[in-house]
């Protein structure tokens, strides 16, 4: 880009070549008004209010399109432009619903500024208004569109199509009846709208409003906070909307680093959970069978005597903690500190376990480090993505966001390894269909092929790997044929995928809980740090091992040591030295013994060994295999204590309920899917007498003797960079606007964007051979049908905030078990017939789905619904290494309810 | 027939291979029947015919001998079926499948050509057998069109056979794709889509542009209404474009290229793939043409038929598959066009020119042309024009000769209005301006564009405000509506002009259009909308009359816009008479009725029913369908048959005296209608005799004495008192009119003066003035003309004075004029009977001297004229043919060529503001004169005119002075007007039977010359209610 010399309105200034006129003056400190103009949209040039004289031009030209060159003579505010301007304005206010007096955008709409600001008088406009009176769209339950009040701008159809890739809203009709319609011109409801909202934040009037925020404060009464979603792991720079301690709307923050402004349904609607009647606002101690409120005093006074009784009598590993990984860095870091320094021992784990253990555990011994090794918006300068058991549209919505506009937009290859026909695979260019729990076969596969054709880097294998024969003897036995037959995927789309994927300058390597929550998950994220290696793809910018997160903060309660082996930065708890700096740090005497991992904790408790759990906003009896199990553990235990926002399934078996704030009453961090820091911040005060978790922890620790004072999450994020080298340069002032990904060891460092460049975190990648295992359980006679488990985009985990939210309940008010038509038609079931979903462990009941997406011989539960618990069902078994339990496949039968 | 063995071409050789099989093959043939199978000629029939001629070809056996060939458009689409029989080059035009018998038995057989099949002249009906010499080819240079009608567009061998391919084959073979950007840049090639872009930089640009792959893509979105070139080109001669495209690919470096084409061209469709499959089967297109190492290949994609997808930006998008809606340039489609990669998009007819260039070189190319731009333009002649089709001249052309000379004018002698060029955003070009060369520049200078090659003309009866309308119509719902300016620029534009056409124009409308339009053109985002107002700005511009017509006086001079108007030849009659109205009464046999309601506007119904030049009857309706209602007939029929002219309602004095001069139709009417609204109203006339122009120089044998002497007469009997012998100026002046308590004066002394020919001899005994020789005649003087007369003029005047000549006893009249006979102006009836009557004309000739002996006039000397540049009123000027004088033995000359108004009464030099024609200067509205109180009309304001604008005039100046005088304004009204048509009986929904309007009986000619009697005898009882009934209520929508 080199420098361009021009004049502006007789100013001499100077922009970059590849600027627009728009931008330059904005620069310069020059405004040209602009309607259809959104700086992450694609250029349209077509509402014309930033039309600008440009010497020599015959005619004006849009500023937002028109690049600048050297000499150019420009002027924004001469009076050919005036005239024609406001003619625009009036042209537009003219077929334009006025209805400013209760129009929800009042005070925040383009429009209106405009015609302000060109001193437009309502009384004399050159033409007469004529008030368009097209009907209201207000089906669907988020998204009011009054299309009276569309300019036409196109920004939500820009948003739609070229941003999300959705193409529910598009232009219809030409001339002056062209209009935006969505769908076929349905009501919105009956399309396929996703309800990201991105076009909602973009439109520039009130044609598109929240319906559930509509009459609760108009924007000069709201109160503006910048915070991170508290969904999944993409961490989503979200601004939050404040009216009267109300939560009254979400916005994406259009600095946002990860989102750029975009959010999906759950970040922008489904927060009015905050404002729940059903929030926990006081403690709650079971008497009797029945809980009563309590006072703070009674309640922590009750939880130290009883933790401190029970250590007594029992011993220290009687005890164990639940982080949450929904809570924030700080809350997990006292909550580990708690555990180990006042149980005594390293009984802490969090649902991590559940899903990217293997990712841990896996990346680990192949890298050296278990994280994301890219940053999300990497993906979109990727040649090639394979994305493998992540369905990434529903559960990541913004990173597949990327995904589509890397294919749509930038013509990168998409490849979609999946049993299930999940929206992705309309984007791909091949699909990969593999039978549940084959993924290693299927990797070794490709990796026979890349070999076979010689497209593996052997440069890079040489210089930066190691253990690459042994490997190779592996994977070549996995012909095409043979993983055929294991995976059921045609030889030839073996080959294809393998080709493209090694044919690739830069490709990337997504994945999530379809790869990890197997008995083999470990073994799975070895496989695709192979297929990383052998092709090359690590180190670099656009490739990489790309585990997606979950929740929001996995990475940041695994990054903080709410595991049972390690410290906060995976510093182990069995390495001496180690322990010791904890240990003087801290000033006690710390356990060198890795602890219990969260299904070894139920089993504990169910064999009597667990005496005393506390709990941090975690909700096993919804999230843990095999729920009976987990219900009866529980049921043996002698104290629970549950610490959440909501009287969750397992508050309801706590001896002790604590009411803790949620991420918008709190301040501290989360740690996204790619490793980054990000701030959370305090938007309303704490709901009820409900209190920060570190704080509560706090209050716990020292009834039981152990001062840990902090004056506030700073202080605690102190002591977390003093103690953790990767978090090392850390500190809260350094932390608004981007925040920073680790490693950041020290606090001139400005973060790492992708790991492993030049070498691998442990010196040399290296290769694993991994052979094929069949999973835990495999559908028989009995349990003819594999079950597989996951989420869906409007609900999130065990459904207590989502199933809160208005919208999104209303969107997806009940469970659906997703069965293949084929079956459906064995089963003579229909779309809404009850079933019964029976596997050896227990039994659920629940409508049906009929759908293509889910391969025959398989059905999918999601398991936000307690209902109809889908964990009723999975199976326990555990991957050895990572101890996760398969809850990707089990055996079940399918019962029709009359 | 024989096939073409196919080949695949891999050299020259190839391709004089197949040439030499295909001539050996056609040397067989003794004839070649082309049929014209061009869209316009399969839908008039021509498939049909073909099927004719092979069948009774086979009948015959002469299969073997003549080929019959399906053709691309010849060209003359408004006359099709057409077969042109090859190697004589005769044209048989709107043939039938019968014809074909004769076609064969006659021409081919016995080589007698078909008269009834040929052309014929309009004006003389000779027949022309001979495609090359009718005027519609004869003016035309076709150099792209070379193919198209002569091969069967089915077989790239005749095409190869034509040498099809050589083009690329030279290219291939031996030029550098930077030579062929060279030739193509110095061929002064341009973009034929309308911007005129230089084809040659635009290449160079693409070549240059550093992304792969490059795309060529034929621009076949031809959605212009009325242009069809693009659709003909294909359908005659698919294959010069695929070749082009294909020389295109080699020069910027692209190996694919795409014809984005109207999905409602169907059989260009076809022909385009079937040509496509071809050049593949042939090795012409695909992998490693002829040897080269250069791989090509076209794809063709539908448009679905959205105007603005031929914007280029548009049509990317909806190649690539999106809503074809253009984006803003830069960057332009050579350096991110087609899925974002460099791209050459060219139209189809630029494209299709690029072998031809190759082939014979640029310089052979920029030999046609102008020094700008090269080659020659297709365009689609269409709209009211005689001869409309696919036409082909070279850059530069004469607009006029392209409308004149190929299109031979207007239809039905209808007056030429305005030719619109480039499409519905395109702009009006007027009659003024029709010797405009028409190029990019020139275009662009005169408001309109190149466009597409559209041309629409446009005549008389287009109401330019309307066209306006429908253009702007179509362009908005042709937007995308993507950009504001456009989308609701437009929409506003339309509601004005809507608001025009519809009779609610407000005062303020024109400069509202005209800023929104200069806005939208200003501001809009693509070609469309930046464009789409010309129409409008353009009308505004050339035609801002008809605007304020429909604005203030909410009248359609085209009589085009219904609202402003209840028939069409109520609108039409300058003096605004309720034609419909006495129409209707007449077929209820209610003529007194009628009559009043004639006499409401017009105190000359007698004089009007045989003299008026009826303007009325050109815009009736039924002339549609057989012959217009006889109007003029009508009212002569109730003025004489209704014995006492009805009293018209008079309103007792109101004391206000007002004087008007000159007893012509507009003084007298003037003079009627104050008197009617109580004015004392003094007529002054200076000839002895009241009448003026009426009485004095329309002969007796149109209009008797009495006739018109009983109409004044009428209006004396309302009060007008009329002085003869009162010249101004002489007799009294305005002051002493006003001295006299005269308090407004309205001054209608008519344009008396005859124009002189301003040459030698003009002043010899025996050369006549064309007015003074009728006033003479009419007066009884005694006219000595002797034998031999000549007329020279092209007007009534010289009619009249050739009959009047002829009456008198002139043995040898003949009328010289320097025009063309349909360029004469008066009448065709008054034409035809001073033919019938043994006057004899001479056109394209004008006298240069008038040579005596002893003084009197002997000899005239002539010049020979031929048509020349087209001057600012539309016509061509006539000039000299060098060496091409002639001399004719005269007795006398009557000249007349016109006449100028005679303000010699003017004591005072400037008292009255005139301009440099003589005329008078009056507010339009209130027909004031600068001097306050004195107010004109008739001819002495228009010049010289005739007796119904006169008419109009006076009843529009006793209205104004009526207001001048503080009155309303209204004319008094003695009938019931709304009553009257509703109790009139008839059926809406009844369907017009064919019947032929019912004549006047004439005098036949040998008794005419006799003498001066009234010549048409006017109508019986029972032919006047036949007549009426004819008409077809227009003005029906009053009683919906």
């Known amino acids: 880009m080199s420098e361009v010399e021009l004049t502006i309105d007789g100013r001499r200034v100077s922009g970059r070549s590849d600027q627009t006129i728009l931008e330059a003056a904005k620069e310069n400190g020059i405004r040209i008004p602009t309607l259809c103009h959104h700086p992450r949209l694609p250029i349209t040039g077509a509402c014309r209010v930033c039309v600008v004289e440009i010497e020599g031009a015959p005619r004006l030209e849009a500023s937002c399109a028109t690049p600048i060159r050297k000499g150019m003579i420009v002027r924004t505010d001469s009076e050919r432009v005036r005239r024609a301007r406001r003619m625009v304005v009036e042209l537009l206010l003219t077929r334009h619903k006025i209805h400013c007096l209760t129009c929800e955008s009042n005070g925040n709409c383009d429009l209106q500024d405009l015609a302000y600001e060109m001193e437009i008088d309502m009384d004399s406009l050159s033409f007469e208004i004529e008030e368009p009176d097209d009907p209201v769209d207000s089906s669907s339950p988020a998204i009011i569109r009054d299309p009276s009040k569309c300019i036409l701008c196109g920004r939500c159809v820009a948003a739609c199509q070229d941003e999300r890739v959705e193409h529910i809203l598009g232009f219809v009709e030409r001339g002056s009846d062209v209009r935006v319609a969505s769908g076929m011109s349905q009501p919105l409801f009956d399309t396929d709208c996703t309800y990201c909202g991105e076009c909602l934040q973009v439109c520039p009037t009130g044609a598109l409003i929240e319906k559930q925020s509509r009459f609760m404060g108009r924007w000069w009464e709201l109160e503006r906070v910048e915070t991170t979603c508290p969904y999944c792991g993409v961490g989503c720079a979200v601004e939050l909307y404040v009216k009267d301690g109300r939560i009254v709307k979400v916005r994406g923050a259009e600095g946002g680093v990860e989102n750029m402004g975009s959010l999906c349904v759950k970040g922008r609607f489904g927060y009015d959970w905050v404002n729940s009647p059903d929030r926990l606002t006081t403690p709650l101690i079971k008497r009797e069978g029945k809980f009563e409120p309590a006072t703070w005093e009674e309640a922590l006074d009750l939880v130290a005597s009883k933790f401190q009784k029970l250590k007594k009598v029992y011993g220290s590993s009687a005890l164990a903690g639940l982080a949450s990984a929904k809570c924030t860095n700080e809350d997990n870091y006292v909550f580990q500190k708690f555990v180990r320094v006042c149980f005594g021992n390293n009984n802490v784990d969090h649902c991590a376990r559940l899903c990217h253990a293997p990712t841990v555990a896996g990346l680990s011994k192949a890298f050296g480090s278990g994280a994301m090794t890219n940053s999300i918006r990497e993906l979109l300068g990727a040649d090639v993505i394979f994305v493998t058991g992540s369905n990434t549209t529903e559960n990541h919505p913004v990173i597949a966001m990327y995904i589509k506009q890397a294919v749509a937009e930038r013509g990168a290859r998409l490849i979609v390894a999946d049993p299930r026909k999940i929206d992705l695979v309309d984007y791909a260019t091949v699909w990969l269909r593999q039978r549940g729990g084959t993924d290693v076969a299927l990797l070794n596969g490709l990796m026979n092929v890349i070999i076979g054709e010689g497209m593996h880097d052997e440069e890079f294998i040489r210089s930066r790997c190691e253990n690459f024969e042994e490997f190779r003897r592996t994977v070549e036995r996995y012909t095409p044929d043979l993983v055929e037959e294991i995976t059921g995927v045609p030889a030839d789309k073996i080959r294809e995928a393998a080709i493209l994927f090694g044919g690739a300058e830069k490709a990337s390597i997504v994945f999530s809980m379809g790869i990890t929550q197997h008995i083999t998950g470990t073994d799975n994220v070895l496989s695709t740090a192979n297929l990383a290696m052998l092709t090359g793809n690590v180190g670099r910018e656009s490739t990489g091992v790309n585990p997606l997160r979950g929740q929001n903060n996995v990475q940041g309660a695994c990054d903080l040591g709410a595991l049972p082996n390690v410290y906060s930065g995976y510093q182990p708890v069995d390495d001496e030295a180690t322990r010791i700096k904890f240990e003087e740090a801290w000033g006690v005497p710390l356990s060198g013994e890795p602890g219990l991992t969260v299904v070894e904790m139920t089993n504990a408790a169910y064999n009597d060994d667990l005496k005393g759990l506390y709990v941090m906003g975690e909700n096993p009896l919804m999230s843990d295999p095999d729920l009976n199990h987990v219900r009866e553990a529980l049921d043996k235990l002698e104290f629970l204590v549950v610490q959440d926002i909501f009287l969750s399934e397992t508050a309801q078996m706590a001896d002790v309920v604590l009411p803790a704030a949620s991420f918008a009453e709190k301040d501290g961090t989360f740690t996204n899917t790619a490793r980054r820091i990000q701030r959370v911040r305090e938007a309303i005060e704490p709901i009820g007498e409900s209190r920060p978790d570190w704080e509560i922890i706090c209050g716990i620790a020292e009834r039981m003797g152990y001062r840990m004072v902090y004056g506030s999450p700073g202080d605690v994020m102190e002591e977390i960079a003093s103690l953790t080298p990767i978090y090392g340069g850390i500190h809260y002032n350094r932390l608004d606007g981007e925040g920073l990904q680790w490693p950041c060891p020290d606090r001139d460092h400005q973060g790492t964007k992708f790991l492993h460049e030049g070498r691998f975190a442990r010196r040399r990648g290296r290769f694993h051979a991994v052979e094929y295992k069949p999973p835990a359980e495999n559908p028989d006679e009995d349990y003819p049908l594999l079950l597989t488990t996951g989420r869906q985009l409007q609900h999130f985990h065990s459904g207590t905030m989502t199933r809160r939210s208005g919208v999104l309940d209303t969107l997806v008010p009940e469970c659906l078990v997703e069965i293949n038509p084929v079956d459906a038609s064995r089963l003579r079931v229909q779309d809404g017939d009850r079933v019964r979903v029976v596997s050896r462990r227990g039994e659920i009941i629940s409508n049906v789905k009929v759908t293509g997406r889910t391969p025959e011989g398989s059905v999918f539960i999601p398991f936000h619904f307690s209902e109809a618990a889908a964990n009723v069902l999975t199976n326990a078994a555990l991957d050895p290494l990572s101890k996760i339990p398969e809850l990707k496949v089990c055996a079940v039968r399918l019962e029709k309810e009359c | ?1040």
């Open chain 2, 1 to 1040: 027939m024989r096939e073409v063995s196919e080949v695949i071409i891999r050299s020259e050789s190839d391709l004089d291979a197949v040439r030499a099989e295909v001539e050996a093959a056609d040397s067989g043939y003794r004839y070649k029947l082309l049929v014209c199978l061009g869209a316009g000629c399969i839908s008039s029939g021509s498939e049909a015919v073909r099927d004719a001629l092979l069948e009774e070809l086979g009948r015959r056996n002469l299969s073997e001998e003549i080929r019959v060939v399906g053709t691309g458009c010849i060209g003359c689409c408004g006359s099709g079926p057409v077969v042109l029989v090859q190697p004589d080059g005769v044209l048989y035009q709107g043939l039938k499948p019968e014809d074909a018998i004769d076609i064969i038995d006659g021409h081919i057989l016995n080589g007698v050509f078909i008269e009834r099949l040929l052309y014929k002249k309009p004006d003389d009906g000779d027949v022309v057998p001979l495609m090359k010499d009718i005027p519609f080819f004869k003016y035309q240079t076709k150099n792209l069109l070379r193919f198209c009608g002569q091969i069967d567009p089915t077989r790239i061998e005749e095409y190869i056979a034509l040498d099809g391919y050589r083009a690329l084959s030279k290219v291939l073979g031996s030029m550098t794709p930077e030579d062929v950007i060279e030739e193509i840049k110095s061929s002064k090639l341009r973009g034929r889509g309308g911007a005129g872009f230089p084809t040659g930089l635009k290449w160079s640009f693409t070549r240059t542009a550093k992304a792969e792959p490059k795309y060529v893509v034929a621009n076949a979105d031809e959605g212009d209404p009325g242009a069809f070139m693009d659709r003909c080109l294909l359908e005659g001669d698919p294959y010069s474009l695929i070749e082009g495209m294909a020389i295109a690919g080699y020069a910027i470096g692209a190996h694919k290229g795409y014809i984005y084409i109207r999905a409602e061209y169907p059989l260009a469709v076809n022909r385009l793939r079937q040509a496509i499959e071809q050049a593949k089967d042939w090795g012409l297109l695909g992998n490693d043409i002829m040897g080269s190492g250069f791989s090509f290949d076209i794809e063709m994609r539908m448009g679905a038929g959205a105007f603005v997808c031929g914007e280029e930006t548009a049509l990317l998008a909806s190649i690539e598959g999106k809503r074809g809606v253009p984006r803003p340039r830069p960057p332009f489609p050579a350096e991110k066009g087609v899925w974002g990669k460099p791209t050459a998009l060219n139209n189809v007819e630029t494209l299709a020119n690029v072998p031809m260039i190759i082939r014979e070189g640029a310089e052979w190319f920029s030999g046609f042309g102008t020094g700008k731009s090269g080659g020659t333009k297709m365009y689609s002649l269409a709209g009211d024009v005689k001869n409309t089709g696919l036409i082909e001249v070279p850059i530069g052309t004469e607009m006029g000769r392209i409308i004149y000379n190929i299109g031979r004018g207007c239809r039905e002698k209808k007056d030429f209005k305005a030719v619109q060029s480039g499409g519905p955003s395109g702009g009006c070009i007027p009659k003024e301006h029709l010797s405009v060369r028409v190029d990019y520049e020139t275009l662009d200078e005169l408001g309109a564009i190149m466009g597409s090659g559209g041309l629409v003309v446009m005549d008389e009866d287009t109401c330019m405000v309307d066209i306006a309308r429908y253009f702007l119509e179509f362009c908005l719902s042709e937007s995308c509506g993507k950009c504001t300016p456009c989308r609701e620029g437009f929409l506003r534009m339309l509601e004005i002009l809507e608001r025009i056409t519809t009779g609610e124009g407000k005062e303020g409308d024109i400069e509202r259009l005209e800023e929104l339009a200069h806005i939208i053109v200003d501001t809009a985002l693509c070609g469309l909308g930046r464009t789409g107002p010309n129409p409008v700005l353009s009308t505004i511009r050339y035609f801002r009359d008809e605007y304020e017509a429909h604005i203030k006086y909410k009248k359609c001079p085209a009589g085009v816009c219904e609202a402003l108007f209840d028939s069409p030849c109520q609108n039409a009659c300058p003096a605004g008479l309720d034609t419909h109205g006495y129409v209707a009464l007449i077929s209820e046999g209610r003529f007194g009725e009628a009559l009043s309601l004639i006499r409401e506007r017009n105190p000359f119904p007698s004089v009007c029913g045989r003299i008026c030049t009826h303007p009325c009857e050109f815009k009736c309706r039924r002339g549609e369908t057989d012959d217009p209602v006889a109007l003029r007939l009508l009212k002569r029929f109730v003025s004489e048959y209704v014995s006492a002219a009805p009293r018209s309602y008079q309103r007792s004095s109101n004391g206000v005296r007002v004087a008007v001069v000159g007893s012509g139709p507009s003084g007298l009417t003037a003079a009627y209608h104050l008197a009617m609204m109580g004015y004392e109203t003094t007529v002054f006339e200076a000839l002895p005799v009241a009448g003026g122009m009426m009485a004095v120089c329309i002969p007796d044998y149109r209009l008797p004495k009495d006739v018109l002497n009983a109409e004044i007469e009428a209006i004396h009997e309302l009060g007008v008192e009329i002085k003869t012998n009162q010249r101004l100026g002489e007799d009294f002046t305005f002051d002493s009119l006003f001295g006299q308590g005269f308090k407004a004066v309205y001054l209608a002394v008519g344009a008396q003066r005859s124009r002189a020919l301003g040459i030698q001899g003009e002043d010899l005994e025996g050369v006549y003035k064309g007015l003074r020789f009728l006033m003479d005649v009419n007066l009884g003087e005694k006219i000595e003309l002797g034998e031999k007369v000549v007329v020279i003029g092209g007007g009534s005047t010289a009619i009249d004075s050739a009959k009047s000549a002829i009456r008198l006893g002139a043995s040898e009249v003949t009328v010289y004029y320097r025009r063309e006979r349909e360029d004469m102006t008066a009448t065709d009836e008054e034409i035809t009977e001073a033919e019938n009557e043994g006057v004899r004309f001479r056109f394209m000739v004008v006298p240069t001297k008038i040579l005596g002996e002893g003084g009197k006039a002997a000899q005239m000397l002539c010049a020979q004229l031929r048509p020349g540049e087209f001057d600012s009123s539309g016509r061509r000027r006539p000039v000299p043919v060098e060496g091409q004088e002639f001399t004719v033995d005269i007795d006398s000359v009557i000249v007349a060529v016109g006449q100028t108004t005679d303000l010699s009464f003017f004591t005072n030099e400037g008292e009255v503001s005139t301009t440099k024609f003589g005329t008078i200067i009056v507010d339009e509205d209130t027909m004031e004169t600068s001097k306050t109180g004195v107010f004109a009309g008739g001819d002495v304001i228009r010049g010289p005119a005739t007796v119904v604008e006169a008419i109009a005039d006076g009843i529009k100046a006793a209205s104004a002075i009526d207001k001048f005088l503080g009155g309303s304004g209204k004319l008094v009204e003695v009938t019931r007007k709304k009553a009257r048509i509703d109790e009139i009986p008839f059926d809406l929904e009844a369907e017009i039977v064919e019947q032929r309007r019912v004549e006047a009986p004439l005098l036949p000619p040998e008794e005419r010359v006799l003498g001066f009697r009234e010549v048409e005898q006017g109508y019986t009882l029972n032919d006047v209610i036949e007549e009426a009934k004819r008409c077809l209520h227009c003005d029906r929508k009053l009683m919906e």
